[in-house]
């Protein structure tokens, strides 16, 4: 990309690699430089978190803000009755609205911490796109919205094309999600003045169609941005871990768990993560991100405490990092481990190793643990575990043990007060 950005926020996406693509980089570096920008994210309440794979995108609102505009958080109360079909694979199980409801309030908690919301010209709007949504009336929909959609375009998208060509199917539900999505542009505009919309690089097709219904509708000049499909250097997608999603709630995935994740990163990743994820300056994420050998590792702990302060805070980052000091340096138990507190009832006359592994998270089933054992990666207060069979109680348990899978995941357990 040749394009040089006069606006701050364009400068930033490029500098620190968010930049996919842009559907007019000149009109939007205008606007930009014009005034504030409102620009929204839409995010589907799949689940009760939002988990590291929506960090980008969530690091784009907070730099949207940062460089003198409004960022829009948009749940998807009523987008996600119908699911994102997008480069899936098959249809999204169907939730009810009382469990997208319980899973909006979760996914809310994250934002306040990237984001200011207040009644300033840059503060952060919370919506939820039901609001227009629910009550639609399917003729008058079909009527005004539906006759401005080509099914022969809507076919030629990427995330349509590659679901069909597996000659999997796509219902027609489904096959609605984009002119939703699209309408929702239009409204934003309508109601909020929202210029751009920006989203990672599989939602191109869905932002390209709102552009289109918003020129068609109300004959305004609207911009979409997107973000890289991150995977990891060694090709997983980002924002999974062995244990599954690394998830944004604090009540998911302990902070100890969420800063252990970014240490982990590994050599290839860190420069570029520190760009996307932190505010270091650009030259400093560099200069970290070219180290080598035994000092990458430091490289790694200024990752993982930046990532960790702006979620978490500043307490919970330096908690993590003398809890990884003690477990791994020191050999000690550490206080900020992720804990399971086993009740008298759980304890019953003994629980078996087996059993607190799973419980301790280190592993899914109980064959995953006994595997565990059986190949030395289990230890018991840093001692390998050798007994598959072994039982504890109460006398066992009387000061709190510590479970280790690896040389890098560890859990305490004790008994409840």
């Given at each position: 990309?040749?394009?040089?950005?006069?606006?701050?926020?364009?400068?930033?996406?490029?500098?620190?690699?968010?930049?996919?693509?842009?559907t007019?980089?000149?009109?939007?570096?205008?606007?930009?430089?014009?005034?504030?920008?409102?620009?929204?994210?839409?995010?589907?309440?799949?689940?009760?978190?939002?988990?590291?794979?929506?960090?980008?995108?969530?690091?784009?609102?907070?730099?949207?803000?940062?460089?003198?505009?409004?960022?829009?958080?948009?749940?998807?109360?009523?987008?996600?009755?119908?699911?994102?079909?997008?480069?899936?694979?098959?249809?999204?199980?169907?939730?009810?609205?009382?469990?997208?409801?319980?899973?909006?309030?979760?996914?809310?908690?994250?934002?306040?911490?990237?984001?200011?919301?207040?009644?300033?010209?840059?503060?952060?709007?919370?919506?939820?796109?039901?609001?227009?949504?629910?009550d639609?009336?399917?003729?008058?929909?079909?009527?005004?919205?539906?006759?401005?959609?080509?099914?022969?375009?809507?076919l030629?998208?990427?995330?349509?094309?590659?679901?069909?060509?597996?000659?999997?199917?796509?219902?027609?539900?489904?096959?609605?999600?984009?002119?939703?999505q699209?309408?929702?542009?239009?409204?934003?505009?309508?109601?909020?003045?929202?210029?751009?919309q920006?989203?990672?690089?599989?939602?191109?097709?869905?932002?390209?169609?709102?552009?289109?219904?918003?020129?068609?509708?109300?004959?305004?000049?609207?911009?979409?941005?997107?973000?890289?499909?991150?995977?990891?250097?060694?090709?997983?997608?980002?924002?999974?871990?062995?244990?599954?999603?690394?998830?944004?709630?604090?009540?998911?995935?302990?902070?100890?768990?969420?800063?252990?994740?970014?240490?982990?990163?590994?050599?290839?990743?860190?420069?570029?993560?520190?760009k996307?994820?932190?505010?270091?300056?650009?030259?400093?994420?560099?200069?970290?991100?070219?180290?080598?050998?035994?000092?990458?590792?430091?490289?790694?702990?200024?990752?993982?405490?930046?990532?960790?302060?702006?979620?978490?805070?500043?307490?919970?980052?330096?908690?993590?990092?003398?809890?990884?000091?003690?477990?791994?340096?020191?050999?000690?138990?550490?206080?900020?481990?992720?804990?399971?507190?086993?009740?008298?009832?759980?304890?019953?006359?003994?629980?078996?190793?087996?059993?607190?592994?799973?419980?301790?998270?280190?592993?899914?089933?109980?064959?995953e643990?006994?595997?565990?054992i059986?190949?030395?990666?289990?230890?018991?207060?840093?001692t390998?575990?050798?007994?598959?069979?072994?039982?504890?109680?109460?006398?066992?348990?009387?000061?709190?043990?510590?479970?280790?899978?690896?040389?890098?995941?560890?859990a305490?357990?004790?008994?409840?007060?």
């Amino acid at each position: 990309m040749t394009y040089h950005p006069k606006s701050e926020f364009m400068n930033v996406m490029m500098a620190r690699g968010f930049l996919a693509d842009c559907t007019d980089y000149q009109g939007l570096d205008e606007a930009l430089t014009a005034g504030v920008v409102p620009a929204y994210i839409g995010f589907d309440a799949t689940a009760k978190s939002l988990h590291v794979g929506s960090l980008i995108q969530i690091m784009m609102l907070r730099w949207l803000q940062k460089t003198g505009h409004k960022p829009i958080t948009l749940m998807g109360g009523g987008t996600t009755k119908v699911g994102d079909p997008s480069f899936r694979a098959d249809e999204r199980p169907l939730l009810t609205p009382d469990q997208i409801d319980a899973n909006i309030g979760g996914i809310k908690q994250v934002f306040a911490a990237y984001v200011d919301y207040d009644d300033s010209p840059t503060g952060a709007l919370m919506l939820n796109n039901a609001e227009w949504l629910d009550d639609l009336k399917y003729l008058d929909f079909l009527r005004d919205i539906g006759r401005h959609f080509s099914v022969n375009r809507m076919l030629s998208f990427e995330s349509v094309k590659s679901r069909l060509d597996r000659e999997q199917s796509l219902s027609f539900l489904e096959f609605n999600y984009m002119i939703l999505q699209a309408y929702d542009f239009l409204e934003l505009n309508r109601r909020y003045g929202c210029l751009l919309q920006m989203g990672g690089s599989d939602q191109w097709g869905n932002i390209v169609n709102g552009i289109d219904l918003t020129r068609r509708v109300l004959d305004h000049e609207i911009y979409g941005l997107t973000s890289p499909l991150l995977t990891t250097s060694d090709g997983k997608k980002m924002g999974k871990s062995q244990d599954g999603a690394v998830w944004l709630n604090a009540d998911m995935c302990a902070p100890y768990t969420f800063w252990q994740f970014w240490r982990n990163t590994t050599d290839a990743d860190t420069g570029r993560f520190l760009k996307l994820y932190t505010e270091l300056p650009v030259d400093e994420c560099e200069r970290l991100g070219a180290l080598e050998g035994s000092e990458i590792n430091a490289a790694k702990i200024i990752l993982a405490n930046e990532v960790t302060k702006l979620l978490h805070g500043a307490d919970a980052a330096a908690a993590a990092e003398a809890t990884a000091r003690e477990v791994f340096e020191k050999g000690g138990i550490g206080d900020d481990l992720p804990t399971v507190s086993l009740s008298a009832s759980d304890l019953g006359d003994g629980i078996s190793i087996v059993q607190l592994i799973v419980k301790a998270g280190l592993a899914k089933s109980g064959k995953e643990a006994k595997r565990l054992i059986a190949e030395n990666g289990a230890r018991l207060d840093d001692t390998p575990l050798t007994d598959a069979g072994l039982l504890l109680d109460a006398a066992a348990l009387a000061s709190p043990i510590k479970l280790s899978a690896g040389k890098k995941r560890h859990a305490l357990v004790k008994l409840a007060d």
